[in-house]
Structures are given as structure tokens and as C-alpha cells.
């Protein structure tokens, strides 16, 4: 499936006037899409009061679906449809983004809130709360990188030394050049990923016998 069709099928279910309520009701979606616009000064103020009510209560409803929902539901809920999946997990990064913009000057920062979380989490799979992990989330931002360094490691294969900040910044750069051919570039990359999935495989094979020899 390319790109475009998998966008198509992703937007049509979000945006569809048909789907059922969620936080928001279709209404409420209309509104906020602008598919409808006949409302006045008053209307636009209540509706758009009662969109901050049910979006305060759906976030006080997450400590009940977290203590209260049963394993099943949530395992449903979370295991879409395969023609929905690229729905569900935008919205899952938007959910994310809305929520780390909104808590932006909140008197508890995101990160402690995300961290104790996945704590939280953790523990409950764990069924203890001797269970402790470490959650590292840091925004960094990407900075200006030297064009001709990055492109001496891809040159000479000293890929392990590409930084990710390095590595966001050339595929973007990369992504905007004039040169750049997403068609051109996604039929040469698959025919190159069958010869690397093949290394891939052999290295891991080598490995393993390698493991064995020693433990003869």
C-alpha cells in the first residue's frame, strides 16, 4: 500500500461525518472542521464551552479506564482493524502532542507526568510496585548540522557515528532537495532492502553458530 493510499484511508475515517462519538460528538467535530458555520457569536461561545467540559472529563475518565477496564477491552481497543491502524496510531501521536502542548506551563511538567506513567504501567503488568523503571525524555532541538561530516560517514560507512539529531536533519534536508524523487527513491530502496534484509540475516546466523563454538 503507498503512502498517498494509506493517507486517503487514514483521513477518511477521522474526518468522516459519519463516525460515532468519541470526546468529541459529530457536532462538535462539524464545528471544530468548520463544515458548519451558521452559528452565532452565543452559539460558537457555548459550543465551544461544552467541548473544554467533555475534554476535562475524558481526562479525569483515564484514571477510571486505567484502574477499572478490564485487560480485554483495553487489548480491543488497541488491536485495530488493519485498514485502521494508521488512523489509530496518528491519533495516538496527536493525543500525545495535544497533551504536551497543553500541559506546556502546567504546574506539574509533562515529563514527570509521562514518566510516572509508564511507571505506573509498568507495575501493573508487573502486578508490584517493586517495579521501577527509568524513563529518560528529553526535547532537544535540532540544530545545524555539517552537511559535509555527515556526508563523509555515509561515504565511508561509519554509520554508527550518524548522530540521530544528524540523521533527522539529513533526511529532512534530503526530503527538500530539488533532486529529491520519493517515487525513484522508494523503488531503489526496496531492492537494495531484500540484499540488506539477506546480510542482515546472515550476520545474525554467524553470530549464533559463533555463540555455540564457544559454548562447546
Excluded: C, W
Aim: net charge negative; hydrophobic share 35%; no cysteine.
Amino acid at each position: 500500500m503507498n503512502d498517498t493510499h494509506e493517507e486517503s484511508d487514514r483521513d477518511s475515517l477521522t474526518y468522516s461525518a459519519d463516525r460515532g462519538r468519541g470526546i468529541l460528538t459529530p457536532s462538535d467535530r462539524e464545528f471544530l472542521l468548520e463544515r458548519k458555520t451558521d452559528y452565532t457569536e452565543h452559539s460558537k461561545k457555548q459550543k465551544r464551552n461544552r467541548i473544554r467540559r467533555r475534554i476535562r472529563n475524558a481526562i479525569l475518565d483515564f484514571s477510571i479506564l486505567f484502574e477499572h477496564l478490564e485487560d480485554r477491552d483495553r487489548e480491543t481497543v488497541f488491536n485495530p482493524d488493519d485498514d485502521a491502524r494508521d488512523a489509530y496510531t496518528q491519533g495516538i501521536t496527536d493525543m500525545l502532542a495535544f497533551l504536551h502542548l497543553g500541559t506546556m506551563g502546567y504546574y506539574t511538567p509533562f515529563k514527570d507526568m509521562l514518566a510516572e506513567g509508564v511507571n505506573k504501567a509498568e507495575q501493573e503488568l508487573a502486578g508490584s510496585d517493586y517495579r521501577m523503571v527509568t524513563v529518560d525524555f528529553n526535547v532537544d532541538p535540532v540544530g545545524q548540522i555539517d552537511v559535509d561530516e555527515v556526508i563523509d560517514k555515509l561515504e565511508f560507512g561509519d554509520f554508527e557515528e550518524v548522530t540521530d539529531e544528524e540523521l533527522r536533519a539529513f533526511v529532512r534536508l534530503l526530503s527538500e532537495s530539488d533532486d529529491f524523487s520519493a517515487t525513484s527513491l522508494r523503488t531503489e530502496m526496496k531492492e537494495q532492502m531484500t540484499e540488506f534484509i539477506e546480510q542482515v540475516n546472515a550476520a545474525a546466523e554467524q553470530r549464533d553458530q559463533r555463540i555455540e563454538e564457544l559454548n562447546d
